[in-house]
Every structure is written in C-alpha cells, then in structure tokens.
C-alpha cells in the first residue's frame, strides 16, 4: 500500500515562506519522478514543479525563481521551498509521482 504524506502546509503573510515535505511510504522512491502540483477550486491541476531521477528540474513560470523543489532520496522525500509567497499561490498543494498525495493547504493573506 503506497502512500505520499505531505506536510508543511499553512497560513503565511504576503512575502513570506513555507516548505512543504512529502514523505513516500511503500514504493522504491529514488526510481521515480516527483512532482509538485496546486488546484484551485473551479481549476485544473497546475504542475508547480518536477523533479526527475536524473534530477532535471521543470517550473512553472508562475513559481520559477521563488519555488524550489528538491530531494533526498535517504528520506524518501521530496521538499517544495517556496518563497516570496502572493496571494495567488493560495491552494491545495499535491505531492506526485505515480500516485497522488492527500493536498496540504497554503493559505497566503
């Protein structure tokens, strides 16, 4: 049974930081991709950002150069730093890789 446990969600004030973690359970994590995406209600899925085996690195344009995603393969878990928070990065945030996380909130106001 594969499960992504995701934390680090909140509430934070325009400009500030969060770090989201998401910890794979049951499933050989250093053979995968993982990816970050965000929905907001009435929206899609955004990829947010992607991190593959081989470490190359996908952002979207709306979080490059604030977000970063990163890895440690030791862990099992795969991190999203996101800095410089607006408003508009408010959502559920999902863990990815060939399953799908619960979603952990971000709340920016």
């Not at 995968?32 to 907001?40: E, L």
């Not at 878990?77 to 979603?103: E, F, I, K, P």
Request: proline share 2%; net charge positive.
């Amino acid at each position: 049974h594969v499960q992504l446990v995701e934390s680090g969600g909140g509430s934070v004030e325009p400009g500030g930081s969060l770090k989201l973690s998401c910890t794979v359970i049951g499933f050989i994590f250093n053979r995968c991709a993982m990816a970050w995406y965000r929905q907001a209600p009435g929206n899609g899925r955004e990829l947010v950002a992607s991190l593959s085996t081989d470490r190359t690195i996908k952002y979207s344009d709306s979080v490059k150069g604030r977000f970063t995603i990163s890895r440690d393969n030791a862990k099992n878990t795969v991190y999203l730093q996101m800095n410089h928070l607006r408003s508009d990065d408010t959502t559920l945030y999902y863990c990815a890789t060939l399953w799908w996380g619960q979603g952990t909130q971000v709340t920016v106001s």
